[in-house]
């Protein structure tokens, strides 16, 4: 039989141990703030998240409870590099320890806007930041949305604001602008603003002001949420922006139509300076009457010129009216000479009678009968002194035609010996006035008169200088001319 070792060990039932190692963990542990990337991100479907905390050389893993989870600043996201506030303990089932998490924010500036700027280059690729899809504000809202919360100063800017410019209906959604929560009330508020139909008991704005003060980055973060910024690009209403700052920006002021650098330069924006308006109306207005009178002096001037290029009416009137006066005395007198003149000429023709008209064609009739007769009695005869000169012999006849034609050849002599063309053609000269007739004497002719002298081959045109006196010389006989 053996006898156990005598030892000052003490011995653990097992649930006493783990027991004892949860108390020492959890003494001298207590809350923690552990810094590294989330890996291993499970959702349970009971409403827990489970994941685990790294860094180069280790990895511890952790628990966020159901209740924690909705009210968390910061989800938990893989790869995402936080501080996770809690207190550690054991998990006895399987001999380990865990990290319950009640507190989890991003680790660090860096961090947060290398989140931001992956979210803003995936909603760029969608087109959720396009110019084309900004719209333009309207020149004079009647109502004014803001979301914003109702008990920072911005809302008092805004109002202060509006009221100095040009006062106008505000219409106010409460909202909290930063913690756990708030990204999801501004998207409802802006989502809720476009779901308000026209006409209706509420009034829909004509454009909605986003607003908050200023604060850190991770006071923002609420704008820079992806479900806001969806809302702010989906928002069928003119919305612009004024997060923080002037130097501050988020992902909203990218998808809104408009940025403002502050609440109040929003305000600025979204209704127009009164007195401005007034200043721009008075001088359009003053504008348009001295267009207005440069018009009606144009047109006078026109009028005018038109005016003396019309003729004198009333003188035109009056000379027509005397012209038609003297028309309607000359009408009567010209109509009765007018008659008179047709009278003659019906006067001077005769029609005559059908009587007269039957017996000069009778007589026309009788004229060709007897022409008709006669002719028929020259045709006999022609046949019968044809008949007779057949009889008669050829010789004879021939020696009559060559007596004749000897008798006619002399005859054509003398006639050529006495014609003047024969006188022309030994020199002489035959002078025609313009008329063709002949100058026969140097009285008749004037001076530079256009006479035309006849030669035997032709005929020339010459102008006279006068006549001149005949120096006396001796008698010669020259001869007649014809």
Do not use: C
């Not at 005769?350 to 007269?356: F, K, N, Q, S």
């Not at 004497?441 to 001076?447: D, F, I, M, T, Y």
């Amino acid at each position: 039989m053996d006898i156990p070792a005598t030892t000052n060990i003490p011995e653990y039932a097992v649930s006493d141990l783990n027991q004892a190692i949860k108390r020492t963990i959890e003494g001298a542990f207590g809350r923690v703030r552990v810094k590294g990337e989330i890996t291993e991100l499970k959702r349970h479907t009971s409403g827990h998240v489970y994941l685990a905390l790294k860094d180069e050389t280790a990895k511890i893993e952790a628990v966020i409870w159901k209740g924690t989870v909705r009210g968390l600043a910061t989800q938990p996201e893989n790869g995402a590099e936080v501080v996770a506030t809690g207190r550690l303990t054991t998990y006895a089932d399987r001999s380990k320890y865990q990290l319950i998490i009640d507190k989890l924010e991003y680790a660090g500036a860096g961090a947060l806007l290398a989140r931001i700027e992956a979210l803003r280059q995936r909603l760029i690729g969608e087109g959720l930041f396009d110019a084309g899809r900004k719209r333009a504000l309207p020149r004079l809202p009647l109502v004014v949305g803001v979301v914003t919360s109702v008990s920072g100063a911005v809302i008092q800017d805004i109002r202060t604001t509006i009221l100095r410019r040009f006062p106008r209906h505000i219409l106010i959604w409460p909202v909290t602008v930063q913690g756990a929560g708030s990204a999801e009330q501004i998207a409802r508020a802006i989502a809720g603003f476009s779901a308000i139909s026209a006409g209706g008991p509420v009034p829909r704005p004509d454009v909605v002001i986003v607003a908050r003060g200023g604060g850190s980055l991770e006071d923002l973060m609420a704008f820079n949420e992806e479900v806001v910024v969806r809302a702010a690009a989906a928002s069928t209403i003119p919305l612009i922006s004024a997060v923080g700052h002037e130097t501050d920006t988020t992902l909203i002021d990218f998808a809104s139509d408009r940025r403002a650098p502050t609440p109040t330069a929003a305000a600025e924006l979204a209704v127009p300076a009164r007195a401005d308006l007034l200043a721009d109306l008075a001088q359009t207005g003053a504008r348009l009457q001295a267009t207005a009178r440069r018009v009606l002096n144009d047109a006078r001037m026109v009028l005018l010129r038109v005016e003396r290029r019309l003729p004198d009416v009333p003188g035109r009137i009056e000379q027509a009216r005397l012209r038609l006066d003297d028309y309607g005395e000359r009408l009567p007198r010209g109509a009765g000479a007018l008659i008179a003149r047709r009278r003659e000429r019906l006067v001077a023709l005769r029609v005559p009678h059908p009587r007269e008209a039957i017996i000069a064609r009778r007589s026309r009739l009788l004229s060709l009968t007897a022409q008709g007769n006669g002719g028929m009695a020259q045709t006999l005869a022609t046949k019968r002194d044809a008949r007779a000169l057949a009889r008669f012999g050829a010789a004879p006849l021939l020696a009559k035609l060559r007596e004749r034609r000897t008798a006619l050849e002399g005859f054509s002599a003398r006639l050529e010996s006495a014609s003047y063309q024969a006188v022309l053609a030994r020199g002489f000269v035959l002078v025609r006035d313009a008329d063709g007739a002949p100058l026969t004497r140097a009285a008749a002719v004037k001076p530079a008169q256009r006479v035309s002298l006849i030669f035997g081959d032709g005929e020339v045109g010459a102008v006279t200088e006068g006549a001149r006196p005949r120096r006396s010389k001796p008698d010669v006989d020259q001869g007649a001319l014809l």
